[in-house]
Each structure stands twice: as C-alpha cells, then as structure tokens.
C-alpha cells in the first residue's frame, strides 16, 4: 500500500447526506460525539479507509482478530436528513503534513461521488477554565452566524488542528458549505461530556432535540 485505498462494504442509496466527520484530538471530543451519533441514529458500516501514513500497529477487538488503523464510513437516513458519518481511532501524525493533506483530499473526493454538499467536522477545542460550551467555524460569514444564533460560540482567531480544520478548509475550497463543532475540554483525557455537549448541538441543528444524559456512557473512553 503506497497510498490511501478506499474499501467499499456496500452502496448505500443515500439523497443528499450530510457528512458528519468525528476524529480523535484535544479531549476525544470529536470521535466520542460521533460514536453517540452513530448510536443514536443506528448507523451501519459501508466503506473504510486505509492509509499508509496511519501509525504503524494494528488494533485488536474483544475476539482477539486484528485489524489496521481505518477511518470507518457509516450511512443513516433521520426523519429530516440522511447522513453520512466517518470517525477513526487514528490520525497521520501531525508532523506529516502532506499525509494530512492527502486522506482529507481522500475523504472529501469519496463523500463528493455520494452527494454530500454540507460538511460538519467534530473536534475540541482546549480551554484553562472549566466552562462547556461549543465553538463554531464556518465556510461562510451567514452559517457561523445561522449556528450562533442556535447557541455556539464564534471561534475567532484561533486554530483547528488536524483533519477537523482541514476536512473543513479543503471543502471550502471546492465550494462546498460547512462547519467545524467545537467542544470546550480542559485537557488530553476522554472527556465525555464534551463529547456529548457537541453531539447533543449537533442533533438540535439537525432537528432533533437530546434528552439530558442520554447516551454519554457508551461513549469510547479512549
């Protein structure tokens, strides 16, 4: 393998996804938020990626089988949209820049063949003080206000890092729409109910409002 390869377990028909994308980063935020979304919404698995710029173990699961680091695909249809969910336990290491570049240009070229036209990436975003609450980047002047008048925050004069500003930035670019969510977290460990604030935000906007505790249990830890 000497460059990303794309592995399709089915082809789902799907009317204009939204593409929901929640990585591993600052506090877990984005891949614990996607992980409860794909819970949430009984998502199935279609397609995974793979990538030689990925670390370089494999993971193992409760049966003992192995398997190389992936980026996973899931497809939902919700009442009000279908979605198109990627999350991951990996990304390149963040001094290979040029690996970044080339799986998100990956991801976003495979979500473009399926229909998706909006974009929403996952991530945290890490403060001193412990106040939750999520941040918002956009594409577009009239989304990041659309989203703060639904209760985020601006993210001004900051950075995203990794796949989460990227996915985002490199969409743009091909005129695509979207946003990046951004929950508040203290520090490097699993943080749950940041988590599970980003998700609980992600469903309002989607429609579809969040009962308090829902979910944050089966959230990944790792």
């Not at 040029?98 to 976003?108: G, K, T």
């Not at 969510?181 to 992600?202: C, H, I, Q, W």
């Amino acid at each position: 393998m000497d460059k990303p390869y794309l592995r399709k377990l089915s082809t789902p028909t799907l009317e204009n996804p939204v593409f929901v994308q929640g990585l591993p980063g600052f506090g877990n935020v984005g891949r614990i938020a996607a992980h409860l979304l794909i819970k949430f919404c009984d998502a199935k698995p279609f397609a995974e990626l793979y990538s030689p710029s990925f670390p370089d173990y494999v993971s193992i699961n409760a049966k003992g089988i192995c398997h190389l680091p992936r980026y996973e695909f899931y497809y939902a249809s919700m009442e009000k949209n279908n979605l198109v969910i990627m999350t991951g336990e990996i990304q390149p290491s963040f001094e290979d820049v040029v690996a970044h570049y080339q799986v998100c240009e990956e991801v976003i070229d495979f979500v473009e063949t399926l229909g998706c036209h909006f974009i929403i990436t996952m991530g945290g975003v890490p403060i001193t003080e412990d106040k939750a609450q999520v941040y918002i980047a956009a594409t577009s002047p009239e989304l990041a206000t659309e989203f703060m008048e639904k209760g985020a925050v601006i993210y001004s004069k900051g950075r995203i890092v990794g796949g989460t500003g990227l996915t985002l930035a490199l969409a743009k670019e091909r005129k695509m729409e979207g946003v990046s969510l951004l929950g508040t977290t203290t520090g490097f460990r699993a943080d749950r109910e940041a988590g599970f604030l980003v998700f609980k935000f992600l469903m309002k906007t989607l429609g579809k409002e969040i009962k308090e505790g829902l979910g944050e249990n089966n959230a990944p830890e790792e």
